[in-house]
């Protein structure tokens, strides 16, 4: 499977822990995005990487949240101090130097 | 600010038969582009098709066409012979060019096409 992957698909946790997400990219894209998608609405911006530099930061990144990309592979999102308005499917796309972008599957978050 | 309307929450199509799913689009940008992905039950957007601003012809993509009508700001999406396959939400999109090399996109709502057998 050459698409992009992300892991885990699903991931139950308490308020207040911290949560970490993975997402492997298309090989030779060297493009990453990542999104937050809530019941009932489309995906909303998150943040992007170009190979390792991370170049835009959305409002709705707040400081609990911190993403990375080292050596321009796979990604890791990471959220501490879990809340409940964070449950929501964390979605990634990477792509080439072209607009369209490809979405793995999803990490779908729930902070009980 | 970018903005993406889907003014159909749900759509019922009988196989088959084509349907038309509507989205308009408002931007200050002259450069952007327009995409619809398609979302399945099981969550991964899948990509279908995309159109840039200066693009003089619709995009088609197989059974899917993208009727563009730049000064209506609308980029509504054609699907020809439905099949029961096509049943998920469908997300209309706009990506904006950020000058740090990011194409981030702005989605709509959503429209949830049925197909009925």
């Known amino acids: 499977d050459t698409g992009v992957s992300q892991d885990p698909r699903h991931k139950i946790t308490k308020r207040g822990q911290n949560v970490t997400f993975r997402c492997d990219p298309i090989?030779?894209?060297?493009?990453l995005y990542w999104y937050r998608q809530t019941l009932g609405q489309g995906p909303e911006f998150l943040t992007y990487f170009q190979n390792e530099a991370q170049l835009e930061k959305s409002r709705l990144l707040s400081d609990r949240f911190s993403a990375e990309r080292p050596k321009g592979s796979f990604s890791t999102l990471e959220i501490q101090r879990t809340e409940q308005g964070d449950s929501a499917m964390y979605l990634c796309?990477?792509?080439?130097?072209?607009?369209?972008?490809?979405f793995g599957p999803g990490t779908r978050l729930t902070v009980t | 600010a970018q903005k993406i309307t889907q003014t159909q929450p749900g759509m019922f199509v009988q196989e088959k038969e084509a349907v038309t799913l509507d989205c308009t689009y408002d931007?200050?940008?002259?450069?952007?582009?327009l995409f619809w992905y398609k979302q399945p039950s099981s969550g991964e957007m899948i990509f279908l098709i995309y159109q840039g601003s200066y693009d003089q012809q619709n995009a088609t993509e197989g059974r899917y066409s993208l009727n563009f009508q730049k000064a209506r700001k609308s980029a509504n999406l054609v699907i020809s012979a439905s099949q029961l396959g096509d049943s998920a939400m469908y997300f209309c999109a706009m990506s904006d060019y950020s000058g740090a090399g990011s194409y981030q996109l702005t989605f709509g709502k959503g429209t949830k096409l049925s197909v009925i057998p």
């Open positions: 090989s030779e894209h060297n493009r």
């Open positions: 796309a990477s792509s080439l130097a072209m607009p369209e972008q490809y």
């Open positions: 931007t200050s940008d002259p450069s952007y582009g």
